[in-house]
């Protein structure tokens, strides 16, 4: 029997589990829209593509699952090609399925087709970043495209995909026997593991190294695998540091939780991992960022320390450090299968109180040395002040979306998580405008948990007509932007190394300038709160939580840079040898 491309093409996404899709109309796609109103699936709609393809990255990250963004042609797909590309660089699946010219108008310049030097090209601008992207060339193809781009978004690295269709499809009967086969194929790949054997040596290699190290990102996460990391750090209690992505990984109470390392990681930190014998790195690219540019003097002196190296994606292992061993496994099963063979080689565990005193002790003193900050009721506020009363107020397990600039280093640094994957953070395309949209997706995934976006005025900026998806989809994010009326981080940058700040601080004939941000988020049905002394901040923030709807907090802030005793080379770059960092504007 045939029946309609888009309505085949919906029931497939509800037998598949989906339950909602981000996106935007266009005339390319709104015959699958005219399903979707007959469909459990929730369509989400926004305002700018990409808040569509923000909020689905946030909603992936806390699903663990593929989301589906629903775009337009031309200006819809490139316009959401920011927050793909982000998701691309965490690792975040996605099936992105477009609307794409009419099939029979292929390099005829037809409305909004992209076809400069290539006719019909929209999947070619995805091409750069995506796992893989499809045009549908026929009908019948479209069944088996859609079970391989969400086994492919799922499985190994995860990412997104891309699936082009051209319009005229959509429209198209085909035969429902297409569908009804891909129902036979596993939605689930079994992983790999390591043997025992393996396991063995790994082990006995840690056990027997002076100083060892566990170095954890955000692929430890990905895998669902943060419960087995906690039980082998807790049998052979071996300190664990991480990258700005694995913050959280293990919760940042935990006696054995070292930090963050690189250029907003601590001396104390960054000497534990530069002085390791021994490195277990899980999950981790070893970026930029987080390696101090990999220079050896600062945060990792690998090959003079060994690295075992163990990731999901054969081609992170050696990408940046060569490894000792390299293993290409799930880490889920993997660490199953360590905790085994370590409890059956040591089964009373160890014990490591030396190590555990001192990451006590610094953690005390790092507290108190920022107690001035946190406790400054100067206005506009200290920033340390704002996480801190933030940190108070919120649940331990609430979800926190960040930006770009102070919020993300910020918090990173110094802002304890405890539940892990519960911080959502712009990783390896670092992209202003990320934190706002992406709480959207947090809590529709989460509706019975907190979700907090914290941002600066930039990044915010950058799209507040979210805030129409907020109203119209009912959904209680708390925004609390942090406005120093700035790109805070790089006029700290631009004025230390080339004494100006053109171009990065808001102003009106030399006056500090900021939109009114609250009286916006009134304008679109919003609650907004106008901060305008550091003592009201605790007080608005407790007032958004018990009002469990979208709020805006507007909260001038000192524009000062994240504290850091840490390396990157763009200083370098700047001032060769001169050791200059950043300075406040």
């Known amino acids: 029997m045939k029946k ?69 042609v031309g200006p819809g797909l490139t316009n959401a090609a920011t927050g793909v590309a982000n998701a691309a660089l965490d690792s975040i699946p996605m099936v992105v399925i477009a609307g794409d010219i009419p099939s029979h108008y292929y390099g005829k310049h037809p409305h909004q087709e992209i076809n400069l030097h290539s006719d019909a090209a929209q999947v070619d601008v995805y091409k750069p970043f995506v796992k893989r992207a499809w045009r549908v060339e026929r009908p019948e193809h479209i069944a088996e495209i ?14 997104p995909v891309l699936v082009s269709v051209p319009m005229d499809i959509f429209s198209k009967e085909v035969e429902e026997s297409t569908f009804e086969r891909v129902k036979h194929h596993t939605k689930k790949l079994e992983k790999p593991s390591i043997d025992d054997v393996t396991a063995k040596k790994v082990v006995e290699t840690l056990v027997e190294a ?249 990044g915010f900026g950058q799209n507040p007509a979210l805030l129409a998806t907020a109203k119209e989809e009912n959904i209680p994010v708390i925004w609390v932007i942090m406005n120093n009326y700035a790109f805070g981080t790089i006029a700290g940058l631009q004025k230390a190394h080339f004494g100006t700040t053109l171009g990065t601080l808001f102003e009106i004939d030399g006056e500090s300038y900021s939109p009114d941000y609250a009286a916006i988020a009134k304008a679109y049905g919003i609650e907004g709160i106008k901060v305008n002394s550091a003592e009201e901040f605790k007080p608005a923030l407790e007032k958004a939580i018990s009002l469990n709807k979208p709020v805006v907090i507007d909260v001038p802030m000192i524009n000062n840079p994240t504290p850091t005793a840490g390396h990157w080379n763009i200083m370098d770059i700047y001032s060769p040898g001169k050791k200059v960092h950043h300075v406040t504007t």
């Open 4 to 72: 309609l491309v888009s309505h085949l093409l919906v029931k497939y996404l509800e037998d598949r589990g989906v339950e909602h899709i981000f996106g935007l109309c266009g005339h390319t796609n709104i015959a699958v829209l005219t399903e979707l109103e007959k469909s459990s699936i929730r369509f989400v709609n926004v305002r700018h593509e990409q808040i569509a393809s923000t909020a689905a990255d946030g909603y992936a990250r806390v699903k663990n699952k593929a989301s589906v963004v629903l775009s337009h």
């Open 146 to 159: 859609l079970e391989k781009a969400f086994q492919l978004a799922e499985s190994g690295n995860p990412g």
């Open 210 to 458: 002076r100083n060892p190290i566990i170095y954890v990102g955000g692929g430890v996460v990905l895998a669902n695998a943060t419960a087995e990391l906690k039980e082998l750090v807790d049998h052979l209690r071996i300190p664990v540091a991480h990258s700005l992505m694995g913050k959280g990984v293990l919760p940042d109470d935990h006696p054995l939780t070292l930090g963050m390392t690189g250029f907003w990681g601590t001396k104390f930190i960054n000497e534990k991992t530069r002085t390791a014998d021994w490195i277990l790195g899980l999950g981790t690219r070893f970026a930029e960022a987080d390696s101090s540019s990999w220079e050896p003097e600062y945060t990792f002196d690998i090959p003079n320390t060994k690295l075992i190296h163990i990731d999901i994606d054969a081609s992170e292992i050696g990408r940046n450090y060569p490894a000792e061993m390299g293993i290409v496994a799930d880490l889920k099963q993997t660490l199953k299968v360590i905790n085994r063979v370590a409890k059956e080689l040591y089964p009373e565990g160890f014990k490591n109180e030396a190590v555990e005193n001192e990451i006590a002790k610094q953690r005390a003193e790092f507290k108190e040395n920022n107690r001035q900050f946190e406790t400054d009721s100067a206005f506009p506020m200290q920033p340390q002040r704002i996480l801190s009363e933030l940190r108070e107020v919120l649940p331990r397990d609430a979800y926190i979306t960040t930006d770009v600039g102070w919020n993300k280093n910020g918090v990173g640094q110094q802002f304890p998580i405890y539940t892990p994957g519960s911080v959502l953070t712009p990783g390896g395309f670092a992209t202003m405008g990320f934190g706002a949209p992406a709480a959207l997706g947090a809590k529709i995934a989460k509706p019975d948990k907190v979700v907090l976006s914290l941002v600066g005025d930039g």
